[in-house]
């Protein structure tokens, strides 16, 4: 059986954070293989802050060395918001199982997701720890210690939360969006 953990996101800025939930997914024994999807814009956002591209790109950079780690562009090629069904879909034309991650700070609004009766019935529901969140049982907890959030790490751009392979671009990209 073919497996894949999907790890979507915003990832706006991608940080270390990110990093620690797919080490995390890396000790997995379940999982064959990670895919990352950042999205061309969150289904429950109506903007982005740095473009698309430019989110894959860095993702592209900071994974390039992880065994067993990919960057997928599906829902960027899309260029609207994908619900993560549709982009669970398509995964399951390639894997037998989806293991679909998610933040702890997830929890509350999941079903308000996009045909969340259906996808719950396609995907195994891993959750990553986040700001002491309770995980219930039902879902596989992922016990990751980082305590980062790109809605803060924007405002405060602090270096030493960023991936040392891009964090100077990243940093630099945010302060000027920032002063402008």
Same mark, same amino acid.
């Given at each position: !059986?073919?497996t894949?953990? @999907?790890?979507?996101?915003s990832?706006?800025p991608?940080?270390?954070?990110?990093?620690?939930?797919?080490k995390?997914? +890396?000790?997995?024994?379940?999982i064959d293989?990670?895919?990352? !999807?950042?999205?061309f814009l969150?289904p429950f956002?109506? %903007?982005?802050?740095?473009?698309a591209k430019k989110r894959?790109k860095? @993702?592209?950079?900071?994974f390039?060395?992880y065994?067993?780690?990919? +960057?997928?562009?599906f829902?960027?090629q899309?260029h609207?918001?994908?619900?993560?069904i549709?982009t669970?879909e398509?995964l399951?034309? %390639?894997?037998?199982?989806v293991y679909? /991650?998610?933040?702890a700070?997830?929890?509350?609004?999941l079903?308000k997701w996009?045909?969340?009766?259906?996808?719950?019935k396609m995907v195994?529901? /891993? /959750?990553?720890?986040?700001?002491?969140?309770?995980?219930?049982?039902e879902? +596989?907890?992922?016990?990751?210690?980082?305590d980062i959030? %790109?809605t803060?790490l924007?405002?405060? !751009?602090? +270096?030493d939360? @960023?991936?040392?392979?891009?964090?100077?671009?990243? !940093?630099?990209y945010?302060?000027?969006k920032?002063d402008n």
């Amino acid at each position: !059986m073919k497996t894949v953990a @999907l790890f979507g996101g915003s990832f706006d800025p991608p940080h270390l954070g990110h990093e620690a939930v797919v080490k995390a997914l +890396i000790s997995q024994s379940e999982i064959d293989k990670i895919v990352i !999807m950042p999205t061309f814009l969150n289904p429950f956002k109506s %903007s982005s802050f740095a473009p698309a591209k430019k989110r894959l790109k860095w @993702l592209e950079e900071i994974f390039s060395t992880y065994k067993d780690v990919f +960057i997928d562009s599906f829902e960027v090629q899309k260029h609207e918001k994908v619900p993560t069904i549709t982009t669970v879909e398509y995964l399951l034309t %390639s894997y037998d199982r989806v293991y679909l /991650v998610i933040g702890a700070d997830n929890l509350k609004d999941l079903q308000k997701w996009y045909k969340f009766d259906e996808l719950e019935k396609m995907v195994t529901f /891993v /959750v990553a720890s986040r700001d002491e969140i309770y995980v219930p049982q039902e879902f +596989i907890k992922l016990f990751v210690q980082a305590d980062i959030s %790109s809605t803060s790490l924007r405002q405060t !751009m602090n +270096i030493d939360k @960023l991936s040392a392979v891009n964090a100077e671009e990243i !940093m630099n990209y945010y302060k000027e969006k920032n002063d402008n």
